[in-house]
């Protein structure tokens, strides 16, 4: 007499199955973020802060590129990920959010633009590679979101994401305090970005911060250089005119066409 068995699980066959189908395309595979975005509330507004370098595999493709996308005159957002996405996705929901003023005549929610982020990336099921910090000032109050490609999302007074959140938010446990003013809060984000630079091979080159408040925003551009380059470039040396002299010297004059009352320009010998 015959007996049955259950067949056991072969590990093997899962690993080909996924391998198959992530060349298929069937579901995305795992992509390291390479950068430090992080973002912080305090008690005037938000500090947002990013690093600067971009990464191509194992090689930098950019060593000072903008990881701080414009979302509206109020609203700020840091991107990691594919940054033709981070770039494209903010672009659109950046254009969508100028309409809605164009129609309202009202300033932008912060939480209208952490909407349309998270309903475009959640149709995507993770296929956007775009992990957002998202932060701004509105008649609320300041407000900051963590957006995840999949969709889903995060309020909290500080947050962290990229290949090097770990470390930046070792830093923001340590170092986060209610009510901080906006000294203590850009020295704490560049801190934190700093962590990053210094503890993770994605992360690196200078520091980035945009400050948002109800008054306005400053976007401070390269506010650390933390590897600054080994050489100065050499510009052409400027030559004040007169430094040498005129041999000889050729004027022509041209007639200029002159207005004639109550017709066309016309060109007269």
Do not use: W
């Not at 950068?35 to 947002?48: K, P, R």
């Amino acid at each position: 007499m015959g007996t049955s068995s259950t067949p056991a699980f072969c590990t093997e066959l899962s690993t080909r199955n996924n391998l198959l189908a992530q060349k298929a395309g069937l579901h995305p595979s795992f992509t390291k973020t390479g950068t430090t975005i992080v973002g912080l509330i305090y008690e005037d507004g938000v500090v947002l802060g990013a690093d600067t370098r971009s990464t191509a595999g194992t090689t930098v493709a950019d060593k000072n590129c903008e990881k701080i996308h414009y979302i509206a005159p109020n609203v700020y957002c840091c991107g990691a990920g594919t940054a033709a996405d981070t770039e494209n996705v903010t672009g659109m929901i950046s254009s969508q959010l100028e309409l809605h003023r164009y129609a309202t005549g009202k300033a932008s929610r912060v939480n209208s633009a952490m909407t349309l982020l998270k309903s475009h990336l959640f149709k995507y099921q993770g296929y956007i590679s775009a992990a957002l910090v998202l932060g701004g000032v509105d008649c609320k109050g300041p407000q900051l979101f963590t957006i995840y490609p999949h969709g889903s999302t995060d309020s909290l007074p500080y947050c962290t994401m990229g290949s090097g959140s770990l470390n930046a938010m070792a830093v923001f446990e340590a170092g986060y305090k209610d009510g901080m003013t906006k000294e203590e809060g850009v020295e704490l984000v560049a801190r934190a970005i700093r962590a990053g630079v210094y503890n993770d091979l994605g992360s690196g080159s200078n520091i980035d911060v945009c400050v948002i408040t109800a008054n306005g925003v400053e976007m401070m551009r390269n506010h650390e250089y933390l590897q600054s380059k080994t050489y100065s470039r050499q510009f052409p040396k400027t030559i004040p005119p007169g430094t040498s002299k005129v041999l000889r010297e050729r004027v022509i004059t041209r007639d200029l066409p002159q207005e004639v009352a109550g017709g066309d320009r016309m060109m007269v010998d």
